[in-house]
């Protein structure tokens, strides 16, 4: 059943006369139901033509001067909707030429004046079989996707201008048209072309899918069509850093809510001219949303930093923690890249013991995304086999949201820690008993001066909750200690030039340092612990 009532069939006659395409007439004519777009384009056109005529075969455009002149209906048969050669007159009414012809320039494709072409050969089958060729050329694993389009914005100045005309012609009729009601260009689109790529891929269409295939259109003839709404409304237009251009879509709309139709009309065809070639194809582009992965790992190395050692451009220490976990995880995932991370940090010469720090790992378009517990098992056995230096235990796929738990823990949980102690006096077990029965000790900390050039300058108060303390000889000793997280150890032991107050050296009145300091245990309950 055509879509189309009695009542549309003035502005249908209109819109298809002045160079509209059929779809964009059932956009205009408020045809919010899918069935009608998804017909073939050459099979729209005859069933458009042949509701027109069935009443009558003429269209009366109104021209103040010269006067009124027939358009018959039989010479727009070769599918004449990309005319190009009808112009605005000051009054905002349509008009033709004064010797009454009207032609297209491009007899071999009639663009839509509207659309410019979005709607005709970009929704057929052809062309989605070239976005599906592409995708599944891609290499990309995925059971459903989401399919994303960006037009050009001068799309939005020229549906504004054939709105405007029609919304004058059903004026006439005391109709009103709002822009609310036309159907927006990008869900008519969806429509046609979501239950062709599904077929086509046998994959559903999901807007929360993780894996996003994006087409980009630009129409460099019609480029300028925006032009003249920055002189009229600058304040719409501001030059954005990540922005190529500052005609945004969203500046454009901005513009056009502002502007007064009467300003609209005298700077831009109502209709919109006719252009000569479709959209372009700027670029079809597949990617997959970041996939995370946790664990935790033990590091037995003194000599390894938990992320690379790069020092103005040169690199001190061969590999890292993050290294040696994450190379893995990319070749296996084939992703593009990664961003690490921990809950804190341990430096070069500290050991991470226990059940070792919980970290994660954000995987940047993962070409292969779906694995078995088996798989994960085995890649964690292999990280592990390939050095001597970590370990990883627990590995597994976790979501975004699930981080923030890693996170919190790095100021709120607790972290147990051991140490070696060197005192520049000699001391007896009885000198360091008294340690044992301190708890909850109040520290100020102001950031350490080994740090000072990537954390900012402040005073941070950390709780020691308690220290056991164990005798070896004259000058050493060992001290466990629990603390709150972000607690800096080292310079709690030697007191980093009185910038730590008060410090085990002022609490013993002695001159001390820390030979050498492992991290016993980060009590964050993250990632669930797994079954080996």
């Known amino acids: 059943m055509f879509p189309l009532a009695e009542e549309n069939k003035h502005v249908a006659q209109l819109l298809l006369s002045t160079g509209t395409c059929p779809r964009c007439i059932f956009r205009f004519c408020g045809v919010d139901f899918h069935a009608p777009y998804k017909l073939p384009y050459k099979d729209l056109l005859n069933e458009l033509q042949k509701f027109l005529e069935t009443e009558k075969d003429e269209l009366i455009l109104e021209v103040p001067n010269p006067p009124p002149k027939k358009i018959r209906l039989q010479e727009l048969e070769d599918g004449i909707d990309g005319i190009d050669n009808l112009s605005q007159n000051g009054e905002g009414r349509v008009s033709v030429p004064e010797d009454g012809s009207i032609a297209s320039k491009n007899s071999n494709l009639n663009v839509c004046n509207v659309c410019l072409g979005i709607l005709q050969e970009f929704c057929e089958k052809e062309f989605i079989k070239k976005v599906c060729q592409k995708v599944e050329a891609s290499g990309f694993e995925f059971t459903n996707l989401v399919f994303s389009v960006s037009f050009p914005p001068q799309l939005s100045v020229r549906e504004h201008a054939a709105w405007l005309l029609v919304k004058q012609e059903m004026g006439k009729q005391s109709l009103s048209l709002g822009r609310n009601d036309i159907v927006q260009l990008k869900e008519a689109y969806k429509w046609i ?66 502007i007064k139709e009467e300003d609209f009309c005298k700077q831009f065809p109502c209709p919109p001219n006719s252009p000569k070639a479709v959209c372009t194809v700027l670029e079809i582009e597949c990617a997959h949303g970041a996939v995370f992965v946790a664990g935790r790992y033990n590091k037995y190395s003194r000599n390894l930093p938990q992320t690379p050692w790069i020092i103005d451009g040169e690199r001190k220490l061969e590999s890292s923690v993050e290294e040696l976990i994450s190379d893995h995880l990319l070749a296996v995932f084939k992703a593009e890249s990664f961003n690490f991370s921990s809950s804190g940090r341990e430096d070069v010469d500290v050991r991470t013991l226990g059940n070792g720090r919980p970290f994660a790992i954000e995987l940047v378009n993962p070409h292969r995304v779906h694995f078995t517990s088996q798989e994960i098992k085995e890649l964690q056995q292999k990280i592990n086999n390939s050095s001597n230096k970590i370990q990883v235990r627990d590995l597994q796929l976790v979501t975004r949201e699930a981080i923030g738990h890693m996170k919190e823990g790095e100021e709120e949980k607790t972290k147990s820690y051991s140490a070696l102690i060197w005192t520049n006096n000699t001391i007896q077990k009885k000198d360091i008993e008294f340690l044992n029965d301190i708890k909850d000790l109040k520290i100020d900390q102001k950031t350490p001066l080994r740090v000072l050039h990537r954390r900012p300058l402040a005073v941070r108060t950390r709780i020691i909750h308690s220290m056991e303390s164990r005798y070896v000889d004259e000058h050493h000793f060992h001290l466990y200690l629990k603390t709150q997280a972000g607690t800096y150890i080292k310079e709690f032991v030697h007191g980093d030039f009185g910038r730590t107050k008060p410090n085990l050296g002022s609490l013993m009145n002695v001159t001390a340092d820390i030979l050498e300091l492992d991290v016993e245990s980060v009590d964050v309950d993250w990632p669930p612990a797994l079954d080996d």
């Open 193 to 258: 072309t979501h239950p062709l790529i599904s077929e086509e891929l046998g994959v559903p269409i999901d807007g929360k899918s993780l894996f996003e295939v994006s087409v980009v259109f630009a129409h460099p003839e019609t480029v300028e069509d925006c032009h003249f709404l920055r002189v009229i409304c600058p304040d719409c237009f501001k030059p954005a850093k990540n922005k190529q251009s500052v005609f945004t879509r969203m500046a454009v709309m901005k513009a056009l809510n502002k």
